[in-house]
């Protein structure tokens, strides 16, 4: 016999093996979630009492010492140590410490197996919440600086080559768009995320008349598991959740990329405010980007996650294996990672940045940036766009070897180029009215702009 605290010791000839009890121990990592372990139980124990598998007042007694310890633990005086194994069997123990012999009932009808996945999904659902609710800042805040800027001109890149010039809120408007397929995706698995696995047992149900739907509807999951080995061993939840956080950091982690350009003195597009940038140990002149650099850093950690999760994943037979444990980690890591870095950005585009007018608007006067709007000036003139299109080609060639820009070409080597050009060529090239042509649905053109602020802000609210 041994003094092990585990309830399966019984059958144990010798005690746990000190370095193989840290081994196996999550208790250091699933204490998270123990609120979600005790407001599972209460269900799971006000189930029993309503199906008459335990008295009653016995039920009211466990949902009562469950209380207790959420009290103890808020209190910071419920701290269980690693003999403890999980957090399951930290509860259990405290509660037959609190309520004697009745505490030992918790457990009739109900697996670690379900309860884990039961506390899983509680966390999770949880958790998606209130990174929808962070997305919706993280869209404000763009479009609120995104409004002022609809007329500030910013060079749009294709190859990370000068393309066309765009409205910058445009550009910040395209990360706006991200965030809500984000949010839809968050939205849509919420739905599977909220699902309950409790009354699945270890794997096969179990011989009393519980009733699933009722302890389901006190946790207000939107159903049950219908199968009770998928019940207790599927992750596809978790999986979905870091798939999405994925999307969220790639989507992150390009704006961070082009922040970390923009502040170059290269590009020198914005200037980092003090509050959000970092010096160096050694360089007195430096101002780091270590904000946006962090979330583009910290999106590989996300992204290994998944990776981590669809292997954990990919071998294990039904049902329940001890490699489940290693779901949480992961899970918490990437609801952390996701979370900070969604925080660090919004303070970042809220405060941390201001663009340089003075730079950008250099920035677009100086390139080749109007070269398709000479094209659609003849096209617009009845020459094939494919034929005008090549005649600029040559322009361009031109402009190059005199060391000039399009504005600067005198009316008459307009002209002698083609004798469609006319004067009012200068103002079809200027960048302003360059970027507000472009009017098309969903287009730079100032008009669609201040419209898809409008219909962002609608879609938010
Ligand atoms: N700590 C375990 C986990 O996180 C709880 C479930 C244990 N189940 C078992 N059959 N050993 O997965």
Known sequence: MTTSPQPWSQRFESALHPAIARFNASIGFDIRLIEYDLTGSQAHARMLGKTGIIPAAEAEQLVAGLEQIRQEYRRGEFQPGIDAEDVHFAVERRLTELIGDVGKKLHTGRSRNDQVGT???????????????????????????????????IPGYTHLQRAQPLSLAHHLLAYVEMAQRDWQRLDQLYERVNVSPLGSGALAGTTFPIDRHYSAELLNFGGVYRNSLDGVSDRDFAIEFLCAASLIMVHLSRL????????????????????????????????????????????????????????LMKGLPLAYNKDLQEDKEALFDGVDT?????????????????????????????????????????????????EAYNLVGQVVKTCLAQGKILKELSLEEWQALHPKFDADIYAAIAPRQVVAARNSFGGTGFEQVRQAIAVARQAIS
């Open 338 to 386: 996701v979370s900070a870095c969604l925080e660090a950005m919004t303070i970042l585009m809220a405060e941390g940045l201001t663009f340089r007018g003075d730079r950008l608007a250099v920035a677009v006067e100086s390139d080749f940036a109007n070269a398709t709007d000479v094209a659609d000036y003849l096209a617009g003139k009845g020459i094939p766009f494919r």
């Open 256 to 311: 961070a990329e082009e922040v970390i350009l923009w502040a170059s003195e290269e590009f020198a597009f914005v200037k980092l405010t003090d509050s959000c940038a970092t010096g160096s140990s050694i360089m007195p002149q430096k101002k780091n980007p270590d904000v946006p650099e962090l979330v583009r850093g910290k999106t590989g950690r996300v992204f290994g996650h998944l990776q981590g999760m669809l292997v």
């Open 119 to 153: 506390d899983t999904r509680l966390y999770l659902r949880e958790q998606v919440r209130l990174i929808q609710d962070q997305l919706r800042q993280w869209q404000r805040t763009l479009l609120d600086l995104a409004e002022p800027h609809i007329e500030t001109l």
